[in-house]
T-cell receptor
């Protein structure tokens, strides 16, 4: 069963606008963590942001924020003020079990293209 | 810190040949992970090491695959008798379980394998 679902088709975003990338997850473990990674064409997976299942507040890291809705099991990524360098694939991932374990389950990703 | 380094970046091999990839993690990171990413998919977990001990292997890791981390530093992933289905990006990641509440996994740029 797929644990991370990312179903949006490729997205075109105007430079300087905000974009929201959807991610839903499935787990019965009360302790889990959610990650977003960016993968540009070079192939490297770049860590963006993390949300723990017990965190009370939504995570933010610069222009990235995570809209965590635990009851709905969703962890959407919001990128504000898009830049041309934001064009990439974006992957949502989940860690199940105790912190310290980085065995991650990834979604299929969202393609984002920022246009000037 | 220098990042996670993977070599080679690209490998083309004939079906039936053996290949070996190398991953140098961020220095002093005690955990090292291997993932495989096929076209249009997110990375899939293969195996991970805590220091030199291989603690978990995915069902994706068939008998033709073997990974080692002999001194708890760099790791190698060997594929014997390669098949066309082995064509993928092989990603390595490392993390430090002693650093902070959630040890983020940092990825290398991957080794892209093409089996012809």
């Amino acid at each position: 069963a797929q644990k991370i679902t990312q179903t949006q088709p490729g997205m075109f975003v105007q430079e300087k606008e905000a974009v929201t990338l959807d991610c839903t997850y499935d787990t019965s473990d009360p302790s889990y963590g959610l990650f977003w990674y960016k993968q540009p064409s070079s192939g490297e997976m770049i860590f963006l942001i993390y949300q723990g299942s017990y965190d009370q507040q939504n995570a933010t890291e610069g222009r990235y924020s995570l809209n965590f809705q635990k009851a709905r099991k969703s962890a959407n990524l919001v990128i504000s003020a898009s830049q041309l360098g934001d064009s990439a694939m974006y992957f949502c991932a989940m860690r199940e079990g105790p912190e310290g374990n980085n065995r991650l389950a990834f979604g299929k990703g969202n393609q984002v293209v920022v246009i000037p | 810190d220098t990042g996670v380094s993977q070599n080679p970046r690209h490998k083309i091999t004939k079906r039936g040949q053996n290949v070996t990839f190398r991953c140098d993690p961020i220095s002093e990171h005690n955990r090292l992970y291997w993932y495989r990413q096929t076209l249009g998919q997110g990375p899939e977990f293969l195996t991970y090491f805590q220091n030199e001990a291989q603690l978990e292997k995915s069902r994706l890791l068939s008998d033709r695959f073997s990974a080692e981390r002999p001194k708890g530093s760099f790791s190698t992933l060997e594929i014997q008798r390669t098949e066309q289905g082995d064509s993928a990006m092989y990603l390595c990641a490392s993390s430090d379980t002693d650093r902070g509440r959630f040890p983020t996994a940092f990825f290398g740029q991957g080794t892209r394998l093409t089996v012809v």
